[in-house]
């Protein structure tokens, strides 16, 4: 993050943002995948499929009735796979046309020639938002690469570290003394940061005044030197934003996520300077190639991203590097399942400008039974990067089997 005795918005100019949003993951090295024996006839793709899977009823953040897993299948019998779901919102959003979309594209490519299965930089497809179906075929495709090459897939981006420091980050709970228990479940459980999503009260609405009790209870509660973030999902006006940052500014919170609809630039450039703490944006854009823009205005301070908005791994890559070729930190988004959690994961251990993990709060709320690994945090608060090739989260095929309720092809 820049020095705020800098002025960042005179730093960040038009010019080069041009430059740095060319800034992309790095293509598969066929050269390295040759020494290790593979053939370039190994990694075509043979099928495309999806999981359809019974839902365990009731269970928090698994949602009800039925799932589905994405799976891509080589030659070779490697299998990827990711998550198809419509957690999010996006302008073009649903995975339901995901396998008739991926069964037209992939079959007989290549997983070497991943960069020109999914990106979006042709004329007729980038005046669009990042296709919908993209980040599940790039995600598959990383995760058949690392088991290709027996390594976990942070390798291949480029390993920058080998764990991550996590945040604990709240559900929206709806008081001042559950934000507060919640706190302390977090720290009892060794997380040395917390995030606050605050109360939605009825009809989705949203009480600044609460959110800043929760904010002032919530720091009483952490002391001085605990290290807090808040995250009102764009869900302010201009005016309730701004009297709520002063408060967090006070507070000596370290970001301010989206507080504000990400949509308003001018409302941000206008929050941005009149705060200290950084202002965080990002979860709601669909493409990489629309935060040049944020930077350019000087709109926000830290970068985020969810990578099923904009194309998967390598489309979180290309934001975190445009991110770090402006002295910004980035900071992606985590929820869901080991998957879901892992391919924001991979991204952050080969980033230089990340420190954080956002760890669902309390752990293991959205584990489902047909992983065998889980994510947790060690005895320092950090998440060790997964050791297991590919996405690194082994599947285990026994619980899958009896969980499928058919396999679309």
């Known amino acids: 993050m820049l020095s705020r005795n800098v002025s960042r918005r005179q730093f960040f100019s038009g010019s080069a943002v041009g430059a740095a949003a060319l800034a992309a993951a790095p293509e598969p090295n066929r050269a390295a995948f040759q020494s290790a024996g593979i053939k370039s006839s190994d990694l075509a793709i043979k099928e495309v499929k999806a999981y359809v899977l019974k839902s365990p009823s009731g269970r928090p953040g698994s949602g009800r009735g039925e799932q589905r ?21 996006h302008p073009n959003w649903s995975n339901l046309g995901w396998l008739d979309y991926a069964k037209g594209l992939l079959p007989g490519k290549s997983v070497l020639d991943l960069p020109a299965l999914t990106s979006q930089w042709t004329p007729s497809t980038r005046r669009y938002g990042q296709s919908s179906y993209a980040s599940a075929i790039d995600n598959c495709c990383w995760d058949i690469l690392g088991k290709a090459v027996n ?43 917390y995030k606050i999503h605050p109360p939605w009260l009825a009809g989705n ?8 009790e929760v904010a002032k209870a919530v720091r009483k509660s952490a002391g001085d030197n605990y290290t807090l973030l808040h995250d009102r999902v764009g869900a302010y006006t201009r005016d309730e ?61 830290e970068l985020r991203f969810i990578v099923d908005n904009i194309g998967g791994i390598s489309g979180g890559m290309k934001v975190a590097r445009l991110a770090e070729c402006f002295g910004m930190e980035c900071q992606p988004h985590n929820w869901g399942t080991a998957l879901d959690h892992a391919v924001h994961f991979h991204c952050e251990l ?12 309390p752990q293991g709320i959205t584990d489902q039974p047909y992983f065998k ?21 082994e599947l285990d095929r026994a619980v899958l089997d009896n969980m499928t309720v058919r396999i679309e092809r």
């Open 350 to 361: 080969a980033m230089p400008n990340n420190q954080w993990f956002e760890m669902t709060q």
């Open 373 to 393: 690994d889980r994510i947790r945090i060690d005895k320092d608060g950090y998440v060790p990067a997964p050791t297991k090739p590919g996405l690194g989260y």
């Open 69 to 89: 897993l994405a799976s891509i299948v080589t030659n070779s019998g490697i299998e990827g796979n990711y998550t198809l779901a419509s957690r999010y919102f």
């Open 151 to 193: 390594l976990p897939v942070y390798r291949l981006l480029g390993a920058y570290k080998d764990r991550v420091r996590a945040y604990a980050s709240s559900q929206h709970l709806n008081t001042v003394d559950a934000f507060v228990a919640d706190l302390e479940h977090a720290k009892k459980d060794g997380f040395t940061a």
């Open 241 to 301: 934003a701004m009297k709520v940052g002063r408060v967090l500014d006070q507070l000596n919170y370290v970001s301010y996520e989206d507080p504000i609809p990400t949509k308003d630039i001018d409302g941000l450039v206008e929050l941005a300077r009149a705060v200290d703490l950084p202002v965080t944006i990002g979860e709601f854009i669909f493409s990489p190639y629309d935060y040049a823009e944020y930077i350019r205005r000087g709109a926000c301070d």
């Open 205 to 212: 609405t949203v009480d600044y005044k609460l959110d800043i």
